[in-house]
């Protein structure tokens, strides 16, 4: 009956899990050759909704029409072959194997027998030019960085003649530029006919990009809208359920004296960082901005010491100091909260208190025995000082949101009591709601006389909490600058000096 | 943004062939040719006369058995996996085919009555013990998602305890099944010439299995179905991969090839018994190690196999034949994985 109008309906859709409702009685529907955004805080059942389209959930209750047919996938393969796909949060390739495998995996074409390569090789290369994506389909994937991948991803997505895309956050490690591109060729296919369901926390791409946006919280609908009709202001109160004023809590921290200083740091193996010098001040957020693989992250391992260095040195307060591995960097003030959280971060299946206390391990342990009571007491200043949401100490980590993990991970750097901070994306994938809470505890650290240095993707948050921003270029420094007298254009193009 | 992807292509490339002419990257990536050269080199300085032909076939045709059973070993530790059990799996497969095919005019046999079969019903009923046990293994991962080690450690011990069962004669207890058919032996122990060169059947067998092989993981769509579900089960299951289809049939190669190598190394030796078989897989999943077989799974190949049963074999005879103590020549196998192994990772090592 509504089949005419809209290209999917999802009716009254509910799931729950252990313990908890994911969704609650969800109505959301699509129309063909739009672009509409799902938003809502992590936890709000976004993706799981998505995943009981894609066959991997199996709703408890509700209806799925697709075209106004009644269907409901069994399985990611049958949601695929009805023209369904999607393009996962967490990248889900073969690493080992080259894009063309990738791209046709669990549906290589064949001639007899035999898997029959020059038509992967054609086939692949179609959908790439087609894409405006120039990438030789026999790279091995392994080969390639992030934001490649993710094109490659995209890609392979698109290749399944999808009439529903869903997009979970695609954009989360691309640059602006790759963004573009991919916005691109999201309008390309909402000409073509295509539902798209775009997933992003970032809402100026969303106010950007979509015809519609959803909002969901705590695993209901709370509205539908057209995009024209909604500001950021306006999105951000209905995800979060309340009026958000800032999004950025006042600066309050005053940089001091110099802590650290950097000077002529170099990789030892490049392609790494190239003649690295800055300082760091007492209370002062230092910015880092840059593009992919501008070696942002490689010059927060540096310091850190996991990554090694032919040239330069480190003093902290004036002081040579050598962090030759991670325990030295520890032992002397550093801290380094890494990039992928799910990867270098979280103990996935080890409890909140485990991860409170790991780094800091050593010192609750008397003669080898660890002191159960002290590791408790502190795991609950993490979770109190912190606000981390979590039923116990003893629950798995993994099970709480990303937010949540963040700033268990977050708390796990401050028992260690550091004096430098090397803070990796520490807002990525994190909802706006947390995402507030952890500008406001970078600010409070800052405030309690920590430097911290804060590696971000996104120039909005670098401007709205950092005193200074040095910009990568290339491995290079490609500038460095006070932050009120920075813009978004003039981040480009330091960042741009050395390509 | 079409320029700026291919800039970054061509850094890539540039990238790749950097590395490429680097000749410390070169070595490693033949490290295990290099390793096998210079052992046969130090063989044969030792003692000139290790060059001929004969101790080439003879090195070949002892690793025959053992590559067939690495082939199977190796496709389940691209799956992530591993197996305990290929081992007395082949024992149990041999002992049985060697009771079904003893000579007719031999004195103790297993079955006096049984009249002369044609060889390959052993040998189908070998495949198939091979089969059933590996479909176990296979259920046991793909379905009870258990870990291979743990589900191949109980077969392991079914399959040992079968073999025992089956090969005991109270009260004099077990005793080895010996008197094989002649046809059986010729079989696999006979030999073409080219020349003046005698080619054993055995080599044969194994070349044809391992261009078969070769042929399945590379160019079918369940090889490359293995190598993406080894490198990311999620990825092949987000893609439609039915997972559990494609774990089976791993397995049910593994099984085939297992069954052929009992039919097949029982006859070598000459008889069976509750031994045979005996640590086998441990040599199989050393051969696919130092093969570069990655144990986190997604990585490997057929020759890459096959080189390493032949490193494996090499330091057994070549060793042997310089007379080598064999209690040393056990460390030094012990020493060759440890160290082939560490140099084929340094290739995927990262360094910061």
Redesign the interface.
């Known amino acids: 009956m509504s089949g005419e109008t809209y290209l999917l309906e999802m009716r009254n859709i509910s799931k729950s899990f252990p313990g908890v409702q994911a969704l609650d009685n969800v109505n959301f529907r699509v129309k063909r050759g739009t672009v509409h955004a799902l938003v809502g805080e992590n936890g709000a059942g976004k993706s799981t909704l998505m995943k009981c389209l894609f066959g991997i959930y199996k709703e408890d209750s509700g209806e799925i029409y697709l075209e106004g047919v009644k269907t409901s996938f069994p399985n990611p393969r049958a949601a695929l072959e009805n023209g369904v796909s999607m393009v996962h949060q967490e990248l889900n390739q073969v690493l080992q194997r080259n894009i063309m495998d990738n791209i046709l995996l669990g549906r290589y074409p064949r001639k007899g027998i035999v898997v029959d390569e020059k038509k992967m090789y054609d086939f692949t290369k179609s959908i790439f030019d087609d894409l405006g994506i120039n990438i030789d389909p026999r790279v091995k994937l392994g080969d390639l960085s992030v934001s490649q991948r993710q094109m490659v991803e995209i890609a392979k997505a698109v290749s399944y003649d999808a009439k529903i895309l869903v997009l979970d956050e695609p954009t989360s490690s691309l640059t602006q530029q790759e963004t573009e591109h991919l916005f691109k060729i999201i309008k390309l296919l909402r000409d073509r006919g295509c539902g798209i369901i775009y997933i992003s926390h970032k809402i100026e791409e969303i106010l950007n990009i979509s015809d519609e946006v959803t909002v969901m919280r705590d695993g209901q609908w709370i509205a539908t809208e057209n995009a024209k009709d909604l500001t950021t202001d306006k999105i951000i109160s209905l995800m979060v359920g309340r009026e958000l004023t800032n999004r950025f809590p006042p600066k309050i921290n005053k940089p001091k004296d110099v802590i650290l200083e950097v000077k002529n740091l170099t990789g030892k193996y490049q392609p790494s960082i190239q003649n690295v010098s800055f300082e760091l001040r007492k209370g002062e957020i230092l910015g880092v901005a840059g593009l992919v693989g501008s070696r942002r992250t490689e010059l927060l391992e540096t310091i850190f010491g996991i990554a090694s260095h032919s040239e330069g040195e480190i003093l902290l307060h004036g002081k040579l100091v050598d962090n030759k591995d991670s325990a030295t960097a520890i032992k002397n003030g550093f801290a380094l909260l890494t990039e992928e959280r799910r990867a270098t971060g979280i103990f996935e299946g080890l409890s909140v208190r485990f991860n409170s206390v790991i780094a800091n391990i050593d010192s609750y342990a008397n003669f080898g025995v660890l002191d159960g009571k002290k590791m408790k007491v502190d795991t609950s200043k993490v979770i109190e000082g912190l606000n981390v949401k979590t039923p116990s100490q003893n629950t798995p980590i993994g099970t709480l949101s990303g937010g949540n993990q963040q700033k268990v991970i977050i708390g796990r750097w401050l028992l260690t009591d550091p004096e430098v901070l090397l803070m990796d994306e520490p807002t990525r994938g994190i909802d706006v709601g947390a995402k507030y809470e952890i500008y406001q505890l970078i600010i409070d650290l800052a405030n309690r006389g920590k430097g911290v240095i804060f590696v971000s993707s996104e120039m909005s948050e670098l401007l709205g909490i950092c005193d200074r921003i040095l910009v990568m270029s290339n491995g290079r420094i490609g500038g460095i600058e006070d932050a009120d007298k920075l813009d978004q254009e003039k981040i480009m193009t330091l960042a741009a000096k050395y390509l | 943004?079409?320029k700026?992807?291919?800039e970054?292509?061509e850094e890539?490339?540039k990238?790749?062939n950097k590395s490429k002419s680097n000749i410390l990257d070169k070595l490693l990536n033949y490290a295990l040719y290099i390793i096998l050269v210079i052992m046969i080199i130090g063989v044969i300085i030792i003692d000139p006369s290790f060059i001929s032909i004969k101790n080439f076939t003879n090195i070949l045709s002892q690793a025959s058995t053992r590559a067939i059973l690495a082939m199977g070993v190796a496709g389940l530790i691209v799956l992530q996996g591993t197996d305990l059990s290929a081992g007395r799996i082949l024992g149990l497969a041999g002992i049985v085919s060697a009771s079904l095919l003893q000579d007719i005019n031999y004195t103790s046999r297993m079955y006096p009555d049984l009249p002369q079969l044609p060889l390959i019903l052993p040998l189908l009923i070998a495949i198939a013990i091979g089969v059933i046990f590996a479909l176990i293994n296979g259920f046991g991962v793909a379905k009870l998602k258990l870990h291979a080690f743990i589900i191949t450690l109980g077969t392991q011990l079914i399959a040992y305890g079968m073999a025992l069962i089956y090969i005991d004669r109270p009260p004099l207890g077990a005793q080895p099944i010996a008197g094989l058919d002649d046809r059986y032996v010729s079989l696999v122990k006979g030999a073409f010439k080219i020349g003046t060169v005698e080619i054993p059947y055995l080599i044969v067998y194994a070349a044809v299995i391992a261009i078969i092989m070769a042929f399945i993981w590379n160019?079918?769509?369940l090889?490359?179905?293995m190598?993406?579900i080894g490198?990311?089960p999620?990825?092949?299951?987000?893609?439609?991969?039915?997972i559990t289809k494609n774990i089976m049939l791993v397995y049910l190669i593994s099984g085939i090839l297992y069954g052929i190598a009992g039919f097949l190394e029982v006859a070598r030796i000459g008889s069976a018994t509750s031994i045979t078989g005996q640590n086998y897989e441990l040599d199989a999943i050393a051969a696919c190690v130092i093969g570069g077989v990655s144990f986190s799974g997604?990585?490997g190949t057929i020759p890459g196999v096959l080189i390493g049963v032949i490193i494996l074999q090499f330091i057994n005879y070549g060793l042997n034949f310089i007379g080598v103590n064999p209690y040393f020549q056990i460390i030094i196998k012990g020493l060759i994985i440890i160290v082939s192994v560490s140099i084929d990772v340094r290739k995927n090592i990262v360094?910061?």
Do not use: D
Not at chain 2, 234 to 242: D, F, H, L, R, W
């Open positions: 943004m079409k700026e992807s291919k970054k292509v890539i490339s990238g790749l160019k079918t769509t090889g490359k179905n190598f993406a490198g990311n999620e990825a092949a299951a987000v893609s439609g991969v039915n997604g990585v360094r910061k």
